[in-house]
Nanobody, 115 residues
């Protein structure tokens, strides 16, 4: 059973930066697709950014140019560097992994952008 553990959320002022981290455990296999989703109060969960093991990325239009997703040197880790944060980025951010057509989710980390 794959387990995902996120860290790095918190409270930041508009225009600030945060870096989220996610590490997967419970599998010997290299996970191809890893990424981040978010869910704001009263809204559906939405894709933020995903990255394959080969480095291909996909971003939501709302975060292009501000967020960067990357894979770590350690196996099955993924990061999300968030710059120029806006109040609209406030949400619970979830790490996601897809392995052998099964999806796995982290417990979520709160990101709040407010002055």
């Amino acid at each position: 059973q794959v387990q995902l553990v996120e860290s790095g959320g918190g409270l930041v002022q508009p225009g600030g930066s945060l870096r989220l981290s996610c590490a997967a455990s419970g599998t010997w296999f290299s996970i191809n697709d890893m990424g981040w989703y978010r869910q704001a109060p009263g809204k559906q969960r939405e894709l933020v950014a995903v990255i394959t093991s080969g480095g291909s990325t996909n971003y939501a239009d709302s975060v292009k140019g501000r967020f960067t997703v990357s894979r770590g040197n350690a196996k099955n880790t993924v990061y999300l560097q968030m710059n120029s944060l806006k109040p609209m980025d406030t949400a619970v951010y979830y790490c996601n992994a897809v392995l052998f057509n099964s999806q796995y989710w982290g417990q979520g980390t709160q990101v709040t952008v407010s002055s």
